[in-house]
């Protein structure tokens, strides 16, 4: 089983997207990996990270989806730290925008998902 961070806060300031991770990597090198996915049953979005021997995943819950809806606003990626690390989130802001448009009245990921999801990201939706 891949470990899973969490993401419990994040900060923003202008533009500047920061989230936090509740622990500290374990791996040595962590790399952006560019690809988001679903974690319906947790109701989060995980985002991988590569390591040397394969890739991490760290989690949003619903807790921080207000701040990543405000990332699809924001002229750059959002940035992941932990410690005194952190690290560009590669590729982000396509995948979610990607996944939120897929999930939007697609019950294959659980209807309570795709609710949550479409009340989360309805600014973001009706742009469309």
């Known amino acids: 089983m891949r470990k899973t961070y969490i993401v419990d806060s994040g900060v923003q300031n202008g533009s500047d997207i920061r989230f936090l991770l509740q622990e500290v990597p374990q791996e040595l090198e962590v790399q952006s990996g560019g690809q988001l996915i679903t974690d319906s049953d947790n ?38 730290t932990w410690g005194q690390s952190e690290i560009q989130l590669d590729n982000f802001r396509e995948e979610l925008s990607m996944l939120i448009f897929n999930i939007e009245g697609n019950h294959n990921y659980g209807e309570e998902f795709s609710t949550a999801v479409e009340e989360a990201f309805k600014e973001q939706l009706s742009l469309s």
């Open 43 to 80: 109701h989060a979005f995980v985002y991988l990270m590569d390591v040397v021997d394969g890739y991490i995943y760290v989690q949003f819950p619903k807790t921080v989806w207000p701040l990543l809806a405000t990332s699809l606003e924001a002229d750059k990626e959002p940035v992941l």
